[in-house]
Every structure is written in structure tokens, then in C-alpha cells.
């Protein structure tokens, strides 16, 4: 995996974490 790809998957994947655990 390129780390451009790697940087935006795991921004895509603490947005989408971080409501859960905010609302948790």
C-alpha cells in the first residue's frame, strides 16, 4: 500500500471511530 492511500485510510478510520468512542 502506497502512503498516500495508508495516510487517508487511517484518517477515514479515526473519523469514523472517533463519534463512537465520544459517544461510548
Do not use: D, H, R
Amino acid at each position: 500500500m502506497n502512503k498516500t492511500i495508508q495516510k487517508y485510510f487511517f484518517i477515514m478510520l479515526v473519523a469514523y471511530l472517533l463519534p463512537s468512542i465520544a459517544l461510548a
